[in-house]
């Protein structure tokens, strides 16, 4: 089981440096998470019990790696975890839902709630606003429930510069980077979506090399070559997470 499997746009020692800083699910890597997972279910088979920590999960990836599908896999298949809806600015597309996949809001109505320090965090993106609410992310942590956060790079580097001594965001968070196995399939997805012209596809295509620097601030990177696998893979890292972090009562 390898993550990442090829170098595309960038020096193959700036790309090994980046992934050098990042913890990959390779078969080393596979293992520990596993054994982390097993030590804690002993625990729970004996006379003692785990206190879980929820988890903020924070998962970012270039436009068309996969990052929506895999994450709506993840809450339709594991407990007590829940998405935080962002607001944007921009307008729904296909089925999207208001209140479901996003808050669709106005260019004033986010900058009110910006300017009251509503937002964990916020971005722009592909020429649009996008902000995760401050309140549910905390609530639903010290409800005992997992937050996952579809959010872009700088979203997660605003986050990681929060955390700060015993505060709960910083117990819970664990952020995780979704790879294309290459530059030419991440075009071909966008392409086939059928979302955007071919000159807002060139434009995320260049966004998407500029992401992929970022890599190596996460501290888990999956490659999305095959859905099911990269799937399993991301799961395996929530629930090794889960374990690591219970304490024994």
Do not use: H, M, P, Y
């Given at each position: 089981m390898s993550v990442f499997r090829g170098m595309w746009y960038c020096s193959k020692r700036n790309w090994s440096e980046s992934v050098n800083k990042c913890r990959t699910l390779n078969?080393?890597?596979y293992r520990s998470v596993v054994s982390a997972g097993q030590r804690c279910r002993k625990v729970a088979c004996g006379t003692k019990r785990a206190m879980r920590q929820s988890l903020l999960i924070v998962v970012s990836a270039p436009s068309g790696a996969g990052k929506t599908t895999l994450c709506s896999r993840l809450l339709a298949n594991v407990g007590d975890m829940v998405r935080s809806v962002s607001c944007t600015t921009r307008k729904p597309r296909g089925m999207e839902v208001d209140g479901t996949d996003y808050y669709f809001i106005s260019?004033?109505?986010f900058a009110r709630r910006l300017r009251r320090n509503e937002f964990l965090e916020n971005a722009v993106v592909h020429g649009q606003k996008y902000g995760t609410l401050r309140k549910p992310v905390e609530e639903a942590l010290a409800g005992g429930k997992d937050v996952l956060l579809a959010i872009d790079v700088q979203g997660?580097?605003?986050?990681?510069d929060r955390l700060t001594g015993t505060d709960l965001?910083?117990?819970?968070f664990v952020?995780?980077?979704i790879v294309p196995p290459a530059m030419n399939?991440?075009?071909e997805r966008l392409l086939t979506r059928n979302e955007d012209n071919p000159d807002e596809i060139k434009r995320r295509m260049k966004i998407a090399k500029q992401e992929m620097k970022c890599a190596g601030e996460y501290m888990f990177c999956v490659t999305n070559d095959r859905l099911d696998r990269a799937y399993r893979e991301l799961k395996?890292?929530?629930?090794?997470?889960?374990?690591?972090?219970?304490?024994?009562?």
């Open positions: 078969e080393a890597g260019q004033s109505e997660a580097r605003q986050i990681r965001l910083k117990k819970s952020d995780i980077f399939v991440l075009e395996t890292i929530i629930l090794a997470e889960r374990k690591r972090r219970s304490t024994v009562v």
